[in-house]
């Protein structure tokens, strides 16, 4: 009997192969099992195209997504990588395998998800990810800096506190806009001014904190 869950993997990764093209990013997701990263009740939908809900108003990212945020990140393997917004810990399982000879400091604002998160890094061997409780200022700026910094979530403008954690030729990649639709943007660290580049439109939850929304 075919296992539907296969069967939409199958699905997924075919899809992706054409939108997304093939290269590590797409073999480094095939490697991180989806459905270990959302509650229970949703692990029939692990391998459909969409967000889904993990609890506390929170969402693993569209696979889609997933790799065309990593994929902008343009890891050589050996970097020191911040990820904002760590959920139930996908996005940095998926960049993690595309680090053999790096780490991720991966931070989440809420307290169940931090626990959810290291459960599933721990239960796929993932060990290059330390995953830490976000603290009272945007992104990890005690362990930074870092060569790179994706943010799981949107801010209305570029925060200031995560480019002043890159290294010199860092690069900082998160969506900006509305609550309702953003604009997911690179900015990289040059000789003289930022570059920002806008490479698509996205939508993701809000980043909620100073530097970025307000907590209300």
């Known amino acids: 009997m075919t296992d539907p869950l296969e069967t939409d993997r199958k699905r997924l990764f075919d899809h992706l192969a054409?939108?997304?093209?093939?290269?590590p990013t797409l073999d480094a997701m095939r490697r991180v099992p989806r459905e270990r990263f959302v509650p229970p009740p949703s692990r029939t939908k692990a391998y459909l195209n969409i967000a889904l809900s993990i609890g506390n108003g929170q969402t693993i990212s569209q696979p889609q997504m997933v790799a065309h945020?990593?994929?902008?990140?343009?890891?050589?393997?050996?970097?020191?990588?911040?990820e904002v917004g760590a959920g139930s810990?996908?996005?940095a399982a998926v960049i993690a395998e595309l680090l053999p000879f790096g780490s991720i400091v991966?931070?989440?604002r809420i307290p169940e998800l931090v626990s959810f998160c290291r459960r599933n890094l721990a239960a796929c061997g993932i060990s290059n990810v330390s995953v830490r409780p976000a603290g009272e200022i945007l992104?990890?700026?005690?362990?930074a800096p870092f060569d790179a910094i994706l943010v799981s979530a949107a801010a209305p403008?570029?925060?200031?506190?995560?480019?002043a954690q890159l290294k010199p030729s860092g690069r900082l990649v998160l969506p900006v806009g509305s609550f309702e639709r953003q604009m997911l943007t690179r900015v990289s660290i040059g000789s003289q001014t930022p570059i920002m580049e806008e490479l698509g439109f996205c939508s993701y939850?809000?980043?909620?904190?100073?530097?970025?929304?307000?907590?209300v």
Do not use: S
């Not at 054409?18 to 290269?23: A, L, Q, R, S």
């Not at 403008?157 to 480019?163: A, G, M, R, S």
């Open 106 to 108: 991966a931070v989440e």
């Open 89 to 91: 810990g996908y996005q």
């Open 69 to 82: 945020a990593t994929d902008v990140l343009q890891l050589r393997g050996d970097e020191y990588v911040l």
């Open 18 to 23: 054409k939108t997304v093209g093939e290269g």
């Open 139 to 143: 992104g990890a700026p005690d362990h």
């Open 157 to 163: 403008q570029v925060p200031n506190t995560l480019l």
């Open 205 to 215: 939850v809000p980043l909620l904190g100073e530097d970025a929304w307000q907590v």
